[in-house]
């Protein structure tokens, strides 16, 4: 039940550039370090998530097999005192046996009732027995999972209580990061930041038909917009935030985080890349949706609007999943 979580990355702190060509540099730097403990983060709560839906589980399942190991115990009782009562009317007498029916009969169908009645109580007793030992094992097998039940909730309220911890941590590190990245960005040149601020393509772009097209056409709309790290929009957006959401309005849902979207869908190859597929990079911390065989549109990192780029610019390739067609 319980997963690892990678390490934070470490944290660099921003030292005065010698050039602008080191202020460029540093900027990039800090700002792929941001974006891994970005998805880091996300990556955190996310299984915070899943972490509370398997506590939620198991604490549920505690409240039922209680609840069945009470209704077993009350059976059992029950049972027991029928069981009792034949046993006790055994030992007095009142149970008979054929021989001594044919002895105290009167007649043939007196006989005949005697043997029916006799045949009842060893029914009636039988199926008691039966009941008492239905009961008794229901009530074992509820203790049982009961127990299994509160270790599980145990370990998961545990695992919580470390994965509240790493996200507070991670929170730390990102928004220290986020300052060392506006930091470094304002040491660039003019012509630096106009280069880095700028939307870029905005002309209109054809897009397939199908929900691979409707997800391309979605992040296209979003150019100009803002990167936020966690961002989901309307108008701010991270990079996995931004894919996520182009494949939820085309009415297909993925995962979050960079990581489980470079692992959605099914691999396909450099040379078969086409428009809706995701590209992952860097080691899973940066996803961007391809345009074409050549291009992305992406939300890149502080500072830098969603914008169009080629398929290469944001790093090496860790994967590429076509999600529809």
Known sequence: ????????????????????????????????????????????????????????????????????????????????????????????GARFNQLSAL?????????????????????????????????????????????????????????????????????????????????????????????LTDSGDMGEIAVPSGAAGAAVAFALLQRGDAYVYGGTGPDGWDCSGLVMKAYQNAGISIPRTSQGQGAAGRSVSRAEVTAGDIIAYNGFSHVGLAISNTEIVHAATEGVPVKITSIDAPGSISSIRRIAG
């Open 1 to 92: 039940m319980a997963a690892s979580i990678a390490p934070a990355s470490a944290v660099a702190q921003p030292n005065s550039p010698a050039n602008a060509s080191e202020a460029l540099k540093q900027y990039n730097e800090l700002s792929e370090q941001a974006s891994k403990l970005n998805e880091e983060l996300l990556q955190a709560e996310e299984k915070q998530a899943q972490n509370q839906e398997e506590l939620d589980k198991a604490t549920a399942d505690v409240t039922a097999a209680t609840q069945v190991g009470d209704q077993a115990k009350a059976d059992e009782e029950t049972f027991r005192q029928q069981v009792d009562k034949f046993t006790e009317a055994s030992f007095e």
């Open 103 to 195: 002895l105290v009969s009167d007649s043939q169908q007196d006989f005949l009732n005697r043997m029916s009645a006799l045949g009842v109580l060893a029914s009636d007793n039988f199926e008691a027995l039966d009941k008492l030992s239905g009961a008794v094992a229901q009530a074992s097998d509820a203790t049982s999972k009961a127990i299994e039940a509160q270790a599980r909730a145990k370990a998961a309220n545990d695992e919580a209580i470390k994965i509240t911890e790493d996200i507070k941590k991670r929170a730390a590190d990102l928004d220290t990061q986020k300052k060392d990245v506006k930091a470094a960005l304002n040491k660039l040149t003019g012509t630096e930041k106009k280069t």
